[in-house]
């Protein structure tokens, strides 16, 4: 199926990306409480755990977000993704070219890549069939101290590629706002999500933005 005709209904609002945590059954009961606030995307990123925690974390996710009809992205980790039968899977500059991996997932399932501030990045990507292209870090993140820095007038000019547009880091309910209006059609979240006393009530106002 051709990237234009594939379902990109639910590439839109709070994209949930989860912190690294080692414990299971917390880590699920964060997940869902985003999931009752109306999260209908989220990205399993974990970089520091043990492979076989990992497949465990991942493949206990795919199974809420299925329940709830939402999708499971698997962060830098095709082989994962593929493995548990994941939706997709999102990639950064050094974890795999957009095209063999757009190859080896197929046709139906969701590609997104890092494209930083990089527009021609973000070019390549559109061409090898991506389906969402992910810029960052919008403002200073907790998450990754050193990424370089995207400013909002990115996401209007990455709009000529015709696919969805996240923005990651930095990001809080205060700020969103704005970078919605700069282009984002998807605003993906650590800390001001999963780091708050009420994670479903927080994910409802970030839903309620969009």
């Known amino acids: 199926m051709p990237a234009e005709m594939r379902d990109r209904d639910q590439l839109r609002g709070l994209y949930a990306v989860t912190p690294d945590d080692y414990l299971l059954p917390r880590l699920s009961a964060m997940v869902g409480a985003a999931l009752k606030g109306g999260v209908k995307l989220v990205q399993y990123r974990n970089k520091t755990a043990a492979p076989p925690l990992r497949r465990a974390q991942a493949a206990e996710l795919l199974r809420i977000c299925r329940a709830a009809g939402a999708r499971l992205i698997v962060n830098d980790d095709l082989a994962l993704a593929l493995e548990i039968g994941a939706d997709g899977v999102h990639i950064g500059?050094?974890?795999?070219?957009?095209?063999?991996?757009?190859?080896?997932?197929?046709?139906?399932?969701?590609?997104?890549?890092?494209?930083?501030?990089?527009?021609?990045?973000?070019?390549?990507?559109?061409?090898?069939?991506?389906?969402?292209?992910?810029?960052?870090?919008?403002?200073?993140?907790?998450?990754?101290?050193?990424?370089?820095?995207?400013?909002?007038?990115?996401?209007?000019?990455?709009?000529?590629?015709?696919?969805?547009?996240?923005?990651?880091?930095?990001?809080?309910?205060?700020?969103?706002?704005?970078?919605?209006?700069?282009?984002?059609?998807?605003?993906?979240?650590?800390?001001?999500?999963?780091?708050?006393?009420?994670?479903?009530?927080?994910?409802?106002?970030?839903?309620?933005?969009?």
């Open 93 to 210: 500059r050094d974890d795999g070219n957009p095209v063999a991996t757009r190859s080896l997932l197929g046709p139906d399932k969701i590609l997104g890549v890092s494209c930083y501030n990089e527009l021609s990045r973000a070019a390549a990507a559109a061409q090898a069939g991506a389906d969402y292209l992910a810029f960052g870090a919008v403002f200073a993140s907790r998450t990754r101290p050193d990424a370089v820095n995207a400013p909002l007038s990115l996401l209007a000019e990455a709009k000529r590629f015709g696919l969805p547009i996240a923005a990651i880091g930095g990001i809080t309910l205060g700020s969103a706002g704005s970078v919605i209006e700069a282009g984002a059609d998807m605003l993906a979240v650590i800390t001001d999500l999963f780091d708050t006393m009420n994670i479903a009530a927080r994910a409802a106002e970030y839903q309620d933005l969009f």
